[in-house]
């Protein structure tokens, strides 16, 4: 049972990082006033703690951990490049082009990781290329 409830919540957290990402990155784009208010700099930050947290949770619950168990470690570095990508798309004063590149990156590699985590295989969505 508690391990549907952070499931469950981990899927909620998921849907609610890209979907804040891509709000975020659209009011950027458009120069809104809206892009600069604090609550909306400081949320995705509480959320995406929430997410990594229930992440950490449902390894130790599964008993399958990064670096042991080749699709969590596919998770983990996408992760990485996930947020390296976000921060180049969302940071001000880079190049529109720059930003609007890394952004669509990000949404890839966000998709990559979702997919990653449903096939339980390191390789995702790309398993079909190999």
């Not at 009011?27 to 995406?48: E, F, G, K, Y």
């Not at 929430?50 to 969590?72: E, H, K, R």
């Amino acid at each position: 049972m508690l391990y549907v409830a952070i499931k469950y919540l981990h899927i909620a957290c998921v849907v609610l990082s890209i979907s804040g990402f891509c709000l975020r990155g659209l009011l950027l784009m458009r120069n809104s006033a809206l892009a600069r208010r604090r609550w909306l700099r400081i949320l995705p930050h509480v959320n995406d703690t929430i997410l990594l947290t229930a992440g950490i949770v449902l390894t130790v619950l599964i008993a399958q951990y990064p670096f042991l168990d080749g699709w969590l470690t596919a998770k983990f570095f996408g992760l990485i490049a996930y947020i390296v990508l976000g921060a180049l798309a969302l940071k001000p004063g880079r190049p529109p082009r720059l930003r609007l590149a890394a952004g669509g990156a990000a949404v890839a590699v966000f998709g990559w990781i979702v997919s990653v985590a449903l096939s339980k295989d390191g390789l995702g969505f790309l398993a079909g290329l190999a």
